[in-house]
């Protein structure tokens, strides 16, 4: 991030919650560096890792990925809701948000967003790009963003 003099801010590591665990502790440090030169860090799969709290407390998270397990049936599942309002109430901690990971269907981003889920990520919202796609995709929106002057609008 130094040598790039990209805001530290516009940055995330991503680490699954299981990784965290199986870890030992080096999974913690780097967390610890990368948090210290103001990046972002997402827990990934969250839920299925059996973490517990004690790992929310102490690390310094700023987004929650709740794993598809917990979001796929909502708003029909009641188990699954009440479990996804749980995790959202502990995410909307000073630093963090929460979001659900995998939406899978309308249905299912209908009741995260219903939930309160302020974020979705996963094959919802578009599969696994190579990286000229995803460069060709986030130029396109780009252009056409109404503050855009790659589109040739003025801010």
């Known amino acids: ?19 965290i665990i199986e870890s030992r502790g080096t999974a913690r440090e780097a967390i610890d560096k990368v948090a ?15 973490a517990g709290l004690a790992y929310l407390k102490r690390l310094p998270v700023t987004k929650l990925k709740i794993d598809q397990t917990f979001v796929r049936n909502l708003p029909s599942d009641r188990g699954d809701a009440a479990i996804v309002a749980a995790i959202l109430a502990m995410a909307r901690g000073p630093r963090r948000r929460g979001g659900g990971r995998r939406g899978g269907n309308g249905r299912a981003a209908r009741g995260a967003a219903a939930a309160g889920m302020r974020m979705r990520a996963g094959f919802l919202l578009s599969r696994p790009l190579t990286v000229d796609r995803a460069d060709a995709l986030v130029g396109a ?11 040739g609008r003025r801010p």
Do not use: K, N, Q, W
Request: charged content about 25%; cysteine-free; glycine content about 8%.
């Open 36 to 50: 210290a030169l103001g990046a972002g860090i997402v827990i990934d799969d969250f839920g299925t890792g059996y």
């Open 141 to 151: 929106r780009v252009a056409a963003s109404p503050t855009s002057t790659r589109s």
């Open 1 to 19: 991030m130094r040598e790039t003099s990209i805001d530290p801010r516009l940055i995330e590591m991503e680490v699954t919650e299981t990784v």
